[in-house]
């Protein structure tokens, strides 16, 4: 999942500005491709997929974030070098705000979704500046497309952010490092609900969609805890 070492200084960040003409594009190249891919497939599934992770700071107790000026501009700084030691040259980083954060991956093997969000976590955990911070580091996560049928329109590709911010909250609130993704599940293909329908009902509640296999939602451990 890793490429080599990259800085602020020789990879640019992007902002909202970008991804409003990135991401429509993106998401696409991401429908076409599923669409070929998983016509190939026996199962239907497709052999490449774009994932979107989005990093939250939430402070341990109360709502209070540094200002820029105040260390909140040095926080920012600091995840974005922790994103770009565990994604990829082809993968895109954007920096939302100082506290909020995503990383787009592209081409992205369905098999490897957990990988990129464990390391990140991991590497943030152990981050003595986010411990003196005393900041929650949360990841939530979408591996799209969702569906078998993907046909949601692309212009509303803010509410696909949405989803894995609301992924980002699942869980523990007493945990310093939590994450948790959304993918397709093992009976998405046989059910053949578009994603027309199927994302405002996961918008509504995700884990809902779980216990009929349309979709599966992955729990991240640190790697600390399962070595």
């Not at 974005?80 to 787009?104: G, K």
Request: overall charge negative; some cysteine.
């Amino acid at each position: 999942m890793t490429g080599n070492r990259k800085t602020p200084t020789t990879v640019p960040v992007a902002n909202l500005d970008f991804l409003k003409i990135f991401l429509p594009y993106e998401l696409r190249l991401a429908q076409r491709q599923a669409m070929v891919s998983s016509s190939r497939s026996g199962d239907g599934t497709p052999s490449s997929c774009l994932g979107l992770y989005l990093v939250r700071l939430v402070p341990m107790s109360g709502d209070w974030f540094p200002a820029a000026a105040d260390g909140g501009a040095q926080i920012g700084d600091h995840i974005q070098d922790i994103l770009l030691e565990v994604i990829r040259d082809s993968d895109i980083p954007v920096r939302l705000s100082d506290q909020e954060h995503l990383a787009i991956l592209r081409d992205l093997d369905p098999q490897q979704t957990y990988t990129v969000s464990q390391r990140f976590l991991t590497s943030a955990f152990d981050s003595d500046l986010l411990h003196a911070a005393n900041l929650r580091i949360c990841v939530g996560y979408v591996i799209y497309p969702l569906s078998s049928q993907p046909n949601y329109p692309t212009s509303q590709w803010e509410n696909i952010i949405e989803l894995a911010r609301r992924m980002s909250t699942l869980g523990k609130h007493s945990d310093r490092a939590s994450g948790s993704g959304l993918l397709r599940g093992p009976d998405m293909t046989e059910s053949g609900i578009p994603e027309s329908d199927l994302i405002p009902l996961a918008m509504r509640d995700p884990e809902a969609l779980v216990k009929p296999g349309l979709l599966q939602i992955q729990r991240i451990q640190l790697l600390s805890k399962v070595e």
